[in-house]
C-alpha cells in the first residue's frame, strides 16, 4: 500500500535503491513514461506524455548515462515526432511482443507522413533497448529512429540500439505493407554522428532503407547486426 514502505539505498552492489516494506525488499528500477502520465492503451495520444517524460531528463554531462527511463508493455499512440535532445540515459522497453495484439513495449504511428517517429538530436552516451515501432503504410513516417546532427558543439555519438523490431511482424497483422521510408536514419546540418552501435536491430519492409545514411555526414558505426 502507498506510504507503507520505508525508502533505502545501500551502495552494498547488491540492492541499490529499493523500498523495505514487511521484511521485504522491493527494488525501485526507476520512471516510467506512465508517470507522466502516458497510457500505452493503443487509443489514447501518448505523445505529450513521452515527450514530457524525456524533457524532464534535462541537458546532462555526457557519457554519464546518468537515469533510466522504462517503457512497459503498452501500445503507445504517437501522433507526432518524439525528440531526445542532448541528453544522455537509458531508454528501456519491456520488449517487442509478438503481434499488434500483444504489444509488449511499442510505439504506433498515428502522424503524418514524411517525418521520423523518434528523433535522437545531438545526444552523447544515449542507450535505447527493446522497444518495438510499427508505423502506418498510408501515413508513411520517414524513419523510426532518426540520428540528427545539428552545427553546435554536442556530437551525436557513443549511442547505442540494441533489440529493436522495426515494422510488422509477418502474419497476422493487419497493415502489412511497408510501413517507414527508412527504418533508421541519420540527418542534420552537422557532419558527425559518430561511434553509434546496433545490435540486434530487425526492420522489415522498409520501402528505402533499413539504413539511410546521409551522404552530408560522417558516421562511425562500430557493430552492425541487422
Not at 498510408?138 to 558543439?153: P, Q
Not at 529493436?164 to 554522428?193: H, L
Not at 546496433?198 to 551522404?215: G, L, P, Q, W, Y
Request: with cysteine; proline share 5%.
Amino acid at each position: 500500500p502507498d506510504n507503507d514502505g520505508t525508502l533505502y539505498y545501500r551502495t552494498d552492489g547488491v540492492r541499490g535503491l529499493y523500498v523495505s516494506y514487511a521484511n521485504q525488499y522491493v527494488p525501485v528500477t526507476g520512471p516510467t513514461v506512465m508517470n507522466w502520465g502516458a497510457k500505452g492503451d493503443g487509443v489514447t495520444d501518448d505523445t505529450a506524455a513521452i515527450q514530457a517524460a524525456f524533457d524532464s531528463f534535462g541537458d546532462t554531462v555526457p557519457l554519464t548515462r546518468p537515469a533510466r527511463l522504462a517503457i512497459p508493455s503498452g501500445l503507445y499512440v504517437i501522433s507526432n515526432t518524439l525528440t531526445i535532445r542532448k541528453k544522455s540515459f537509458i531508454l528501456e522497453g519491456a520488449g517487442w511482443g509478438s503481434r499488434a495484439a500483444v504489444p509488449g513495449a511499442t510505439f504506433l504511428w498515428k502522424g503524418p507522413a514524411g517525418i521520423p517517429m523518434l528523433r535522437l538530436q545531438d545526444v552523447t552516451g544515449l542507450h535505447i533497448s527493446t522497444l518495438r515501432f510499427i508505423g502506418d503504410s498510408a501515413n508513411k513516417s520517414s524513419a523510426a529512429i532518426d540520428f540528427n546532427e545539428t552545427n553546435d558543439s554536442v556530437p551525436t555519438e557513443s549511442c547505442t540500439v540494441e533489440n529493436i523490431y522495426i515494422g510488422p511482424m509477418a502474419g497476422g497483422e493487419v497493415d502489412d505493407a511497408p510501413q517507414f521510408t527508412n527504418g533508421i536514419q541519420t540527418s542534420g546540418t552537422g557532419v558527425n554522428n559518430s561511434d553509434i552501435t546496433f545490435r540486434n536491430v530487425f526492420v522489415r519492409k522498409a520501402s528505402n532503407h533499413a539504413m539511410h545514411i546521409s551522404s552530408t555526414q560522417n558516421v562511425g558505426i562500430r557493430l552492425v547486426d541487422f
